[in-house]
């Protein structure tokens, strides 16, 4: 009677060792395991490297926007006026195609060294056709151009960027605004200085 008794007990022993053995083989499913675990970290990355490309290509037109304002009011070989100047923000616009420019900022400011190389604002204008700056405020110019006697325009270009976040902690979606800032300094290419009819006014 004892030695039966421990035969079933063996016998439904066996049963479970088979039953685990098997469960340890079995592979099906498997896929979709993994998937789940490396899924969140697989749409992290997608979605990063989509955010790096977009922004990078967003800062190289902030750049290359803030750049060509500067160059084509430099070329200037007569005085520009609000009418001209409102036009730079068409050219910022059309760089930037096909980003939205709805809330892009642009100044360009006339800045003039005196004798002793100190800059002050001669005009000054930005996007809606008012002035940001008053006239003989002084501008911060970099070390290597403050040379006495000499007239700069200064361009100033941001853009607000929306960027697209993966929050690990929730496994959500979530947006932040960044600002992307450019600036330029030029020297006039045809003369001394570009002057602006009614800037001031």
């Known amino acids: 009677m004892i030695g039966r008794r421990f035969d079933l007990r063996m016998k439904n022993g066996d049963g479970v060792l088979q039953r685990l053995a098997s469960l340890a083989r079995d592979r099906r499913g498997i896929g979709a395991v993994e998937f789940a675990l490396l899924a969140p970290l697989l749409l992290m990355l997608y979605i990063g490297a989509f955010e790096i490309t977009v922004g990078l290509s967003v ?37 930037f195609v096909p980003y939205s420019t709805s809330n892009l900022t642009l100044k360009i400011t006339g800045v003039t060294l005196d004798a002793n190389a100190k800059a002050k604002v001669k005009w000054s204008w930005q996007k809606g056709g008012t002035a940001p700056y008053q006239v003989n405020a002084p501008v911060q110019v970099p070390a290597d151009l403050q040379q006495a006697n000499t007239f700069l325009i200064h361009t100033e270009l941001s853009v607000p960027h929306r960027l697209m976040l993966f929050m690990a902690d929730n496994l959500s979606m979530d947006t932040m605004s960044i600002t992307i800032k450019r600036e330029y300094f030029f020297r006039p290419r045809t003369g001394d200085s570009v002057e602006c009819s009614n800037c001031s006014s």
Do not use: C, N
């Open 59 to 95: 800062s190289k037109r902030a750049t290359r926007a803030a750049g060509a304002v500067a160059d084509l009011v430099t070329q200037q070989d007569k005085p520009v006026d609000k009418t001209f100047l409102t036009t730079m923000s068409d050219v910022a616009d059309a760089i």
